[in-house]
């Protein structure tokens, strides 16, 4: 494994020279040059603050890439060094051309484990990111101290809309999205700001003043990345869910990981927040509530800084 090395983007040198002289703890950039299942998959990743390491890995989405978790990360940074990556097939980059399946997933989490071990006090999982983050921990019993999962899924977005009575139309509707030309321009109709804003105030932030102008455009940044609809066509077919089933969801947990804290939020939708309420309803794994709908993370970073230290 090649070491890391330390480089600032143009975003985060715009963000540190803000906080030049401030009290606000500076962000920095570290890529780490990872290899997963044989590929080289320069690795951006922000890191923030001070204390005990904390892992922040963002949620597995269309819009989803490392800032996101950036909120969160001031919020934790008086008490933790934060360090949040970026997954393979997401971000607001070009996308490393890696196969996109939960084994990929599964490699980029060892080998962030080996070039940067912690081992760490905190890690925090959002979304999608969840599950991985629990067969990590148990693949690598020393690596954490204690797991937090926000608004934690298993399902992408239409096995948990259509059901697995339609599961013969999820591998169909990928590959059509990975062709070329035609998949592009399919791709271009389903990230459309209109269709991000419509999908945020659905079941992304719960609040719709919450979406602005700004925050569409940004969203819609990261989803015009080099690449982007590939990793857009895996999770939102189910190509990246870790697991099949609820009962395998499930079994993941035990007594053999680290204490689990899964955040609530009020108003998750009702399919997912009801994977939810079952993973809480299990033994050993405790709850709080904090609010918004699949991202508090984002919108109300204090809410669930407290509940992480609470």
């Known amino acids: 494994m090649r070491s890391g090395r330390r480089r600032l983007d143009e975003q985060d040198t715009r963000l540190i020279m803000a906080t030049a002289g401030t009290s606000h703890p500076t962000l920095t950039t570290r ?46 940074a008086g008490g933790h060094h934060c360090l949040v990556p970026d997954w393979p097939g997401f971000g607001a980059q070009a996308r490393a051309r890696v196969p996109l399946a939960p084994a990929t997933y599964h490699a980029f989490l060892d080998a962030l484990l080996a070039a940067a071990p912690g081992p760490y ?4 999982a959002a979304g999608h990111a969840a599950p991985y983050l629990v067969a990590a921990a148990r693949r690598h019993p020393d690596a954490f101290g204690r797991l937090v999962l926000v608004a934690p899924t298993w399902r992408g977005p239409l096995p948990t809309a259509m059901g697995e009575r339609r599961a013969k139309w999820f591998g169909r509707i990928r590959r059509a999205i990975e062709m070329p030309l035609v998949g592009e321009a399919l791709y271009r109709i389903n990230i459309s700001p209109p269709i991000i804003g419509r999908m945020m105030r659905a079941h992304v932030y719960a609040e719709a003043a ?18 982007g609809r590939f990793g857009t066509a895996a999770f939102v077919t189910g190509g990246l869910d870790p697991v099949g089933s609820r009962a395998e969801f499930l079994a993941l947990f035990g007594n053999d990981l680290p204490p689990v804290r899964v955040l609530r939020p009020e108003r998750a939708p009702r399919r997912s927040g009801g994977e939810m309420d079952a993973l809480i309803a299990t033994a050993g794994v405790e709850a709080r509530t904090v609010p918004g709908a699949l991202s508090p993370h984002e919108k109300f970073p204090r809410e669930v800084a407290a509940a992480i230290r609470g």
């Open 121 to 124: 006090a905190l890690a925090v």
């Open 31 to 76: 890529i780490l040059d990872l290899t997963v299942v044989g590929q080289s998959v320069p690795t951006p990743c922000t890191e923030i603050g001070t204390g005990p390491a904390a892992l922040l890995l963002p949620a597995l989405s269309s819009i989803s890439a490392r800032e996101e978790m950036r909120p969160l990360a001031r919020e934790l």
């Open 210 to 227: 919450h979406v602005t102008p700004e925050v569409i455009r940004a969203k819609h940044r990261i989803t015009r990345q080099s690449g």
